[in-house]
């Protein structure tokens, strides 16, 4: 029988959370139904939150584990070995530290891919071919087109075009397994949910109670999650976050010349999760300086908020990274975090007056000395709607 964990953290964590007012509380206990409201403790005292007054919550680190990772339209990731999947190929499940069994549906399959592969989840397939085993070769990656039959603890049943039927092959001596034209999600997501290991799912919250988060997949089969096992959740509906938008202006330059890592979307410039100042940020634009992001402000808005600060993942460099960070709505300087340093405390922009049409720029600048290190997130950046209107 498969078994697969991690150990938990020696102690239960607090969550940060991110209101709609832009009011950051660090809660050691929170519990109810959001439709209904929560019930949160902090330093302050016992404190109700009503529906649609929070925001996003961030937890512990995230970390990416060297696991196989089932990739989904939509940005949806599962990471855990393969454990099994039924006769006919219509899903497969892996065991995820964090999540436990989870059954997904193959026609939502993007990619599967074996541990430290990820980058083969984005490969494009030839024109025609639809489903294709990705196999290492001297140089890169060769792909045998075919069609799959089914998932099991043994790897993939995969038929290659030309052979008279499938057989097995084992993840493990695989690059992985990519499938074209994967269906979209049914309905968008309520919310979005980051574990300490690294998954990445569109969930239904249902209740957060003392020892977790219960929710559910786009499929209805339920979530347990461990409090210690949540590194963040975002709530979608609550307000139009920056990396939902695509950008009115993009400029981006290292010291010397191009652009050292492009901006990413809910991801530092490494492609890993954005955690600042110990805790993971489930929304946001992972940048390197120099560069210039630019959006215009929606229909239905009021104010936009952000936090800033330089990702953890430059504390370990042989350097001291140091950035300084802008935000100007219609040419106007509105905000400005001088001097960011890894390791240090989040700057947060507060509640900035905007209104529809309006042009706001997310800036981030060279500091003291070169660019190295200079791996800056733009932590929830969110345009928030007039009071009523979210």
């Not at 070769?137 to 799959?148: K, S």
């Given at each position: ?51 649609g007054?929070l ?40 065991l ?36 294709a ?42 690059v ?113 300086s ?75 600048d ?21 009071k009523?209107?979210?």
């Amino acid at each position: 029988m498969l078994a697969l964990s991690l150990p938990a953290p020696a102690q239960e964590p607090t969550f940060e959370l991110a209101l709609a007012s832009g009011e950051v509380l660090v809660a050691t206990s929170i519990e109810g139904d959001p439709a209904r409201g929560l019930d949160v403790e902090s330093a302050q005292g016992r404190r109700r939150l009503q529906p649609g007054e929070l925001l996003a919550l961030q937890g512990a680190p995230a970390l990416l584990v060297e696991l196989p990772s089932a990739w989904l339209a939509g940005g949806d990731v599962v990471r855990g070995a393969l454990a099994g999947g039924d006769a006919a190929g219509e899903h497969l499940e892996l065991l995820s530290p964090c999540l436990g069994r989870v059954a997904l549906a193959t026609d939502r399959l993007q990619a599967l891919v074996g541990p430290g592969a990820e980058a083969a989840a984005a490969l494009p397939l030839p024109p025609g071919v639809g489903e294709a085993i990705v196999q290492r070769a001297a140089f890169g990656y060769d792909l045998l087109a075919g069609a799959v039959h089914q998932f099991g603890e043994r790897g993939v049943s995969f038929q290659p075009d030309g052979d008279g039927g499938p057989r097995w092959f084992r993840l493990q001596d695989l690059v992985g397994l990519r499938i074209a034209d994967p269906a979209p999600r049914a309905a968008p997501a309520g919310a979005f949910l980051r574990t300490r290991t690294g998954d990445h799912l569109g969930v239904r919250v249902r209740a957060f109670t003392k020892s977790g988060l219960l929710a559910e997949l786009e499929s209805g089969a339920p979530l347990d999650v461990r409090r210690a096992d949540v590194a963040s959740l975002v709530f979608a509906s609550v307000g139009t976050f920056l990396s939902d938008l695509e950008p009115a202006e993009v400029a981006e330059s290292g010291f010397d010349g191009d652009a050292v890592l492009p901006w990413r979307r809910d991801l530092n410039v490494l492609g890993a999760p954005l955690v600042a100042a110990g805790r993971t940020c489930g929304k946001g634009l992972g940048v390197h300086s120099r560069s210039r992001l630019a959006f215009v402000v929606p229909a239905g808005v009021r104010h936009f908020w952000t936090r800033v600060a330089i990702d953890d993942s430059a504390a370990g460099l042989p350097l001291r990274a140091h950035a300084d960070a802008r935000v100007y709505v219609n040419d106007a300087r509105r905000f400005e975090a001088q001097g960011l340093l890894a390791g240090r405390p989040v700057r947060d922009s507060g509640l900035l007056p905007v209104a529809p049409g309006d042009r706001v720029v997310l800036e981030v600048d060279f500091g003291e000395g070169r660019d190295l290190g200079d791996r800056v997130d733009w932590l929830l950046p969110v345009f928030l709607p007039a009071k009523g209107n979210g």
